[in-house]
């Protein structure tokens, strides 16, 4: 299955066969001390550089999210989306729990976006999915319902179904849900790896769409977290995982590597061409600190 996403210059499409496509995660002020206060001091610059740094390093698709305690969200998103989509040429993927900055994001972003995220909680599917509906936009869809995380895959599972069933009672094709399986700390919990990679697997065999990752949270409260996150991805993709929030700086190798060993990049070209590509990047690095 494939899943299309596009800004007015580029389209990205996800694919269960296959390379996983990168969504950066930095745009983003949760954990992130330094993007709160450019977005709080309106440091347009600051944003820029970090959109236009991501897709360098190899981002596919950048995530943007404007959530600081204090601000407007709603008049921040529509900015924000507007000065991303203007400095780079890749498609979005606007992150709030606030529908009503969704919406805003949604007006003004150019293309066919991803919208992360509607979850199989009541509150979400009535106000997500009639927004992703609208704009025709691609979902990512949290495998989390009122009840909270299942702890099973199976569980998991059942959400991801009622999610699909109902963006398909909207009329939204399934080939626009992307579903994510929830990525838990192994550091509280030792399983908490296995189900999500036994959930990946449940949810590409019986739905066959497509999966989206949080990759980062599994290291959480652990020393070396990427190591550890490093890790996860690669067994992630392994299992059937087709796309991934996280930071392109420091784990694109790594994904294109993966994607060389799982029989995804035909003859190592997308491999080779991002090596020559980061090479390049250095070499222009060294001459403007020269």
Known sequence: MKTVVRSDKKVVTLDIEGSLVIIGEKINPTGRKKMAEALQAG????VRNLAVEQVKA??????VNVGVAGMDDVALMRE????????????????SPNPKALEAGLAVVPGKPLVNSVSGEESRLTTILPLVKEHGAAVIGLVMDDDGIPATPEGRLKVAEKIVERAARMGIPVEDIVID???MAVGSDSQAGRVTLRTIELV????????NLGASNVSFGLPDRLTVNMAFLALAMGAG??????DPMKLASLIRAADLLLGRDEYGM???RYFRQMQALLAAQETQTK
């Open 241 to 246: 995982a087709t796309c991934a929030i996280t």
């Open 43 to 46: 440091n347009l610059d600051y």
């Open 204 to 211: 590409r065999e019986k739905l066959g769409v497509n999966i």
């Open 58 to 63: 190899g981002a596919d698709v950048l995530d």
């Open 80 to 95: 924000i989306v507007k000065l991303v989509a203007s400095c780079v040429d890749v498609p979005l993927c606007l992150d």
């Open 181 to 183: 399986p929830l990525v």
């Open 270 to 272: 997308r491999y080779i």
